[in-house]
């Protein structure tokens, strides 16, 4: 089906391991994005990528790593995962360049930290 | 510094009595404000883009409205399945052309049959 899909939908993992997030879209959109949603926040923006191979940090990219090979993929790898980025993760992509566009939400990844 | 706000952050009403959902923000360089739809367990869902004070949008029961310092999103005699949590999302372009979109932290809106 075309759109945006998360995987996995849900995730438990220890201190310390290294847990990969993916993000497939089939729309072709440049831009992606990865938000963290918690209770208390907003949505708020860890990484996003303008294209293939572009990567730039958003507003809470410590401890997160992003790699973009190919437009439709963005996983986001947490290196050495802490209680603190228990969160519910939240893929996004734009049909356009310009930032004043509306972005299509992923279903969320719901990641624990135990 | 940047913000958005919105309030109420929780607001239970009956079916068919309208209400509006506030968002506030204090930005440089307004470029567009966005609201989306929460439901459970999924992700935001686009709802309206707004890019200048005086513009309005509806869609069904829905109306957003945009004034130099804040949003509202007008709900006429909503129904159950209007219940969710609105999401308002700012977009702003800095100084140095740095842009940025700044998510309020939403309300949640039930239904009441």
């Known amino acids: 089906d075309a759109g945006i899909t998360q995987s996995p939908r849900y995730k438990i993992t220890e201190t310390g391991r290294q847990v990969t997030l993916m993000c497939h879209q089939t729309?072709?959109?440049?831009?992606m994005f990865w938000y963290r949603q918690d209770l208390g926040h907003g949505l708020r923006l860890i990484y996003y990528?303008?294209?293939?191979?572009?990567?730039d940090k958003g507003e809470v990219p410590d401890g997160y790593v992003v790699s973009r090979s190919k437009t439709e993929n963005f996983p986001l790898t947490l290196e050495s995962a802490t209680r603190s980025q228990t969160s519910v993760y939240f893929c996004?992509?734009?049909?356009?360049?310009?930032?004043?566009?509306?972005?299509?939400f992923g279903q969320g990844t719901r990641l624990t930290v135990v | 510094e940047d913000q958005v706000t919105q309030s109420p952050e929780a607001l239970r009403l009956q079916e068919g009595e309208s209400s509006s959902l506030n968002c506030s923000y204090t930005?440089?360089?307004?470029?567009?404000l966005f609201w989306y739809r929460q439901d459970p367990g999924k992700g935001p869902e686009f709802l309206f883009t707004?890019?200048?004070a005086g513009e309005e949008k509806e869609k069904e029961r829905l109306k957003a409205t945009l004034t130099k310092k804040e949003s509202f999103l007008h709900i006429t005699a909503p129904k159950p399945e209007d219940s969710a949590t609105y999401l308002c999302?700012?977009?702003?372009?800095?100084?140095?052309?740095?842009?940025?979109?700044?998510f309020g932290k939403g309300t949640r809106l039930h239904i009441l049959p």
């Open positions: 930005v440089s360089g307004l470029r567009g």
């Open positions: 707004l890019y200048s």
């Open positions: 996004a992509s734009k049909i356009s360049e310009a930032m004043n566009t509306e972005a299509f």
């Open positions: 729309w072709s959109h440049s831009y």
């Open positions: 990528s303008a294209a293939a191979d572009i990567t």
């Open positions: 999302a700012v977009h702003r372009r800095g100084r140095n052309r740095d842009d940025k979109i700044i």
